[in-house]
């Protein structure tokens, strides 16, 4: 398969691996995600401090690039984290990112079958 590498970014990481939300150090949400499909659903759910927090800690592009081993995300979000979003347009935007990145690691799926 010509997108093996990139398809593994799909994947369900063990618990360990997950990703946590917290809001501060010691703060934890209640909520992780195992996958690119869960962690896209926590963001429309988790409290936009937490998303801040992570974001501008560089933690969602570590996460997405040495846990799900894809660069690409993780360059995506390190751009919004340069255009200084806060609240529910950090949401939307990084919503919408981890969205379309989704979409095309499915589509690439679908296209090497």
């Not at 994947?11 to 869960?38: D, H, Q, W």
């Not at 962690?39 to 997405?64: N, P, Q």
């Not at 379309?100 to 499915?106: A, C, G, N, S, V």
Request: aromatic residues 10%; without cysteine; charged residues 35%.
């Amino acid at each position: 398969m010509k997108n093996e590498a990139e398809i593994k970014a799909l994947k369900t990481v063990p618990r360990e691996k997950a990703f946590y939300f917290f809001t501060s150090i010691g703060n934890y949400t209640g909520e992780n995600a195992s996958s690119l499909r869960e962690f896209m659903e926590k963001i429309k759910i988790v409290d936009a401090k937490s998303l801040e927090f992570h974001l501008y800690r560089g933690d969602f592009e570590k996460w997405t690039a040495e846990v799900l081993e894809n660069t690409r995300l993780a360059e995506d979000i390190k751009r919004l984290k340069n255009a200084s979003l806060t609240g529910e347009s950090l949401r939307n935007e990084l919503y919408a990112t981890v969205a379309k990145e989704l979409k095309r690691l499915t589509n690439l799926i679908l296209t090497s079958e």
